[in-house]
């Protein structure tokens, strides 16, 4: 069973562009999981999509969106780049199906998408 | 609110035993999970805990006790390959839409360096 995907593996903007991020989850898996890797800040969670639907949303400016589509793929957008986005972002499928009785399914982690603002 | 403490390094030689600790401030708890990372590389799952109490899996064991608000990754005898960054991940309820969903929070990490 092919891994989670995630493209490009290496991106360079300037402050004020905008980037898209992709992110092709593990066959079968409907969770799709985003997180922001900094050495300053460790791994901060930034949404999770499910069914096309945002479920849970960490504490990320508005410039960063995300969007699900019908085959689980994700995408992830950064609107107005500053220098502090400069980043590894990971994105993880798992198979919650979510709620406060459901079975913990472990994440599985793309490579990220090491992001470089200059 | 949440936030996770572990300690930033841990060192230990080939073979020892070594524990590496999780306390947990969080408004919401489903469980506690723990992942590595090695340099370069995308976290891996290693562990999941939901109910207090020890699991075991090979060298690797985990502990959670709900009532502390703690818990802890055991790794036994050592090698030179588990030298990597290990991470505490609370799974908490907190979600955009009540009870909804899961939100994950991970902690600093910890970077275990094993010394031959």
């Known amino acids: 069973k092919a891994g989670v995907t995630q493209t490009p593996r290496y991106l360079i903007k300037t402050r004020g562009q905008q980037v898209t991020l992709s992110c092709s989850p593990i066959?079968?898996?409907?969770?799709v999981s985003w997180y922001q890797q900094t050495p300053g800040q460790g791994l901060q969670f930034l949404f999770e999509?499910?069914?096309?639907?945002?479920?849970n949303k960490g504490n990320f400016p508005g410039r960063f969106s995300g969007r699900q589509f019908s085959n689980s793929r994700s995408e992830m957008n950064v609107s107005t780049l500053e220098l502090g986005d400069s980043a590894l972002y990971l994105c993880?499928?798992?198979?919650?199906?979510?709620?406060?009785?459901?079975?913990?399914?472990?994440?599985?982690f793309g490579p990220g998408t090491r992001l470089t603002v200059l | 609110g949440q936030s996770l403490e572990q300690p930033s390094e841990v060192t230990a030689v080939e073979g020892a035993i070594v524990q590496i600790n999780c306390t947990y401030q969080t408004s919401g708890f489903y469980g506690l999970s723990w992942y590595q990372q090695h340099d370069g590389g995308a976290p891996t799952f290693l562990s999941y805990?939901?109910?207090?109490g020890l699991e075991e899996t090979g060298r690797f064991s985990s502990f959670l006790s709900r009532s502390d608000s703690y818990g802890y990754l055991l790794l036994q005898e050592l090698q030179m390959k588990d030298s990597a960054s290990y991470f505490c991940?609370?799974?908490?309820?907190?979600?955009?839409?009540?009870?909804?969903?899961?939100?994950?929070?991970f902690g600093p990490g910890t970077r275990l360096s094993v010394l031959p």
């Open positions: 991940a609370v799974i908490a309820p907190e979600g955009a839409a009540g009870n909804y969903g899961q939100n994950f929070v």
């Open positions: 999509y499910f069914s096309e639907t945002q479920r």
């Open positions: 993880a499928s798992s198979l919650s199906a979510g709620g406060e009785y459901y079975s913990y399914n472990e994440q599985f």
């Open positions: 805990n939901a109910l207090d």
């Open positions: 066959s079968g898996h409907r969770s």
